[in-house]
T-cell receptor, first 113, second 115 residues
Framework: DAMVIQNPRYQVTQFGKPVTLSCSQT?????MYWYQQKSSQAPKLLFH???????NEADTPDNFQSRRPNTSFCFLDIRSPGLGDAAMYLC????????????FGPGTRLTVL | GENVEQHPSTLSVQEGDSAVIKCTYS??????FPWYKQELGKRPQLIID?????GEKKDQRIAVTLNKTAKHFSLHITETQPEDSAVYFC??????????????FGDGTTLTVKP
């Protein structure tokens, strides 16, 4: 089945130790999004790609970066995780980016010790 | 940018009753309004959406209404069942000239359906 896959599902890292989360999709969608979701809150958009065009949200910390080497894969790099970065990280895709349904991956739960 | 407000933040209903969740948005350019359901520990999933060229859309027990003049839209769930218990997020997506659209999410409504 076509889907959005995230690895790992659970990630534990130490304060300040870089971590990379990955997302892959078999939907062949143009747009990929990274969201941060903290408990009982709405998903917060960090950045998104339309094909290779990168779009950063104004309030996304510099600590967060992203790479999209090809259509199928997208990575979220957290250079120096702080305790406040502990959250669920959701990857999503959409077909065109213009007012279309977003398909979410299962998320990666990040714990920072 | 777009601002979406969602009410109520929590909603508890008896099984079989109806549930209504309301959202308002600020950007008159928004033209796509999806509703996502997120069960505990799971990913958000689209349950229904509406575009600005229609005022109402229905899918079995779920319906969404849109009032573009007043900039608000609502989710209606009839004959609620315990499996409807989840967090529901509304969202609004403006049409931009760039190709990448984004959805701004409301803060969510935790719906509890009591058996």
């Amino acid at each position: 089945d076509a889907m959005v896959i995230q690895n790992p599902r659970y990630q534990v890292t130490q304060f300040g130790k870089p971590v990379t989360l990955s997302c892959s999709q078999t939907l062949n969608h143009n747009v990929m999004y990274w969201y941060q979701q903290k408990s009982s809150q709405a998903p917060k958009l960090l950045f998104h790609y339309y094909d290779k065009d990168f779009n950063n949200e104004a309030d996304t910390p510099d600590n967060f970066q992203s790479r999209r080497p090809n259509t199928s894969f997208c990575f979220l790099d957290i250079r120096s995780p702080g305790l406040g970065d502990a959250a669920m990280y959701l990857c999503a895709t959409s077909k065109t980016g213009r007012a279309n349904e977003q398909f979410f991956g299962p998320g990666t739960r990040l714990t920072v010790l | 940018g777009e601002n979406v407000e969602q009410h109520p933040s929590t909603l508890s209903v008896q099984e079989g009753d109806s549930a209504v969740i309301k959202c308002t948005y600020s950007d008159s350019a928004s033209n796509y309004f999806p509703w996502y359901k997120q069960e505990l520990g799971k990913r958000p999933q689209l349950i229904i959406d509406i575009r600005s060229n229609v005022g109402e859309k229905k899918d079995q027990r779920i319906a969404v209404t849109l009032n573009k003049t007043a900039k608000h839209f609502s989710l209606h769930i009839t004959e609620t069942q315990p499996e409807d218990s989840a967090v529901y997020f509304c969202a609004a997506s403006p049409f931009y000239n760039t190709n990448a659209g984004k959805s701004t999410f409301g803060d969510g409504t935790t719906l509890t359906v009591k058996p």
